[in-house]
């Protein structure tokens, strides 16, 4: 039977990614310095968002819930 093979590769990203600049900072390959620059030489794109209201509706699992946590009234 023949073995399978797995051809693995390193994921390169970029090093100002936010989900792994802190990383790139404390192995020393990017410093405070460079990660403001490059904060502050990108382009504000405020203009380019569209607001949008979003209306949550309670969900009945979590009705049920909350009447099967109350009390029974004690009887007399």
Do not use: C, F, W
Not at 17 to 27: L, T
Not at 28 to 51: F, I, M, Q, R, T
Not at 57 to 74: D, I, L, Q, S
């Amino acid at each position: 039977m023949a073995k399978a093979t797995y051809n693995v590769r390193k994921l390169e990203t970029a090093p100002y990614d936010k989900r792994v600049v802190a990383r790139q900072i404390s192995g020393g390959s990017v410093s405070y310095k460079d990660l403001s620059k490059h904060l502050s030489d990108l382009a504000d794109s405020a203009d380019n968002a569209e607001e949008i209201t979003v209306t949550l509706e309670e969900e009945e699992e979590e009705v049920v819930e909350e009447e099967a946590t109350e009390e029974p009234a004690a009887e007399a």
